[in-house]
């Protein structure tokens, strides 16, 4: 048998049991991952923004870039993870007295819960900034609302139905109607 650095060495020759070898497909575990955080992203972008407004603010779209790639990364550690952990209780089934399988399993999904709770909050904050451009876009109005004179809800005696950002633009137009009064 050979050793490590000779030019016959084997690797396989070090291994008892060819069968306990697992392989981690690493680049489906990424390409996988990557294809969740777009879809994901995706997803809540159009919900809230439209491709116009994309268009015309790049530096929002480039930061949903980098928001993907932080999703990516998240949802890569949780797949390895899981992994990791499916490996890990093969192994104490097969080696049950191994004491430091079973602290290893408990430090995995610790990990797996962690890198969860840092996902869930990831999208939280995706969803927060995404909200937070919704709420800064202009609202057409402009078809809802009848101009005066075309037979309003004010001239039957009933108020004009309006939309309003917030309180601040609400209590404005009450005051301005109680001063046309």
Do not use: C, W
């Amino acid at each position: 048998m050979s050793r490590p650095g000779d030019p016959d060495f084997d690797p396989s020759d070090l291994i008892d049991n060819e069968e306990d070898i697992v392989t981690i497909d690493t680049d489906r575990i990424d390409s996988d991952s990557l294809q969740e955080a777009i879809d994901l992203v995706e997803n809540l972008k159009d919900i809230y923004t439209d491709p116009e407004f994309m268009k015309n603010n790049p530096k929002f779209a480039t930061r949903l870039k980098t928001e993907v790639e932080s999703l990516r990364i998240l949802l890569k550690m949780r797949k390895s993870d899981e992994v990791a952990h499916d490996i890990l209780l093969g192994a104490i089934s097969k080696n049950s007295s191994n004491a430091s399988l079973y602290r290893s399993l408990s430090d995995i999904q610790k990990t797996i819960l962690s890198t969860t709770a840092d996902l869930s909050d990831k999208i939280k904050d995706i969803n927060s900034m995404l909200k937070n451009i919704q709420l800064e876009l202009p609202l057409d109005t402009s078809s809802e609302q009848p101009s005066k004179g075309e037979g309003d809800g004010e001239q039957q005696g009933q108020p004009s139905k309006s939309t309003f950002r917030g309180t601040k633009d609400f209590i404005k137009s009450m005051q301005n109607e109680l001063e046309d009064d």
